[in-house]
């Protein structure tokens, strides 16, 4: 089983990004597939989350600058990410869960920082 983001980078305030998550070696249909992230010296944090039908979930701090969307013919999880701000800087992780199966996955995560 594989996760890898891509997307990450230095943005200045106010800009984009776009994160990706391919996913290999699970059925990815079956997978909610969550967005974390990390801060410096904070604990890792829900960013969005998005069933295998598509329902989603959202950290306040972020309502109405991501979306999380997917593709499953591709196995791929987004995370579209506008009006950047300083304090989104965080380490970015890709997840996929089935509770059914038990099964828990971690990408190895993608950089964003947001600096002037």
């Known amino acids: 089983v594989q996760l890898v983001e891509s997307g990450g980078g230095l943005v200045q305030p106010g800009g984009s990004l776009r994160l990706s998550c391919v996913a290999s070696g699970i059925a990815f249909s079956l997978y909610t597939m969550k967005w974390y992230r990390q801060a410096p010296a904070k604990e890792r944090e829900l960013v969005a989350a998005m069933t295998g039908g598509g329902q989603t979930d959202y950290a306040e701090s972020i309502v109405g600058r991501f979306t999380i969307s997917r593709d499953n013919a591709k196995n791929t999880v987004y995370l579209q990410m506008n009006d950047l701000k300083p304090d989104d800087t965080a380490v970015y992780y890709c997840?996929?869960?089935?509770?059914?199966?038990?099964?828990?996955?971690w990408g190895q995560g993608t950089q964003v920082t947001v600096s002037s």
């Open positions: 997840n996929g869960e089935n509770l059914l199966q038990m099964s828990n996955f």
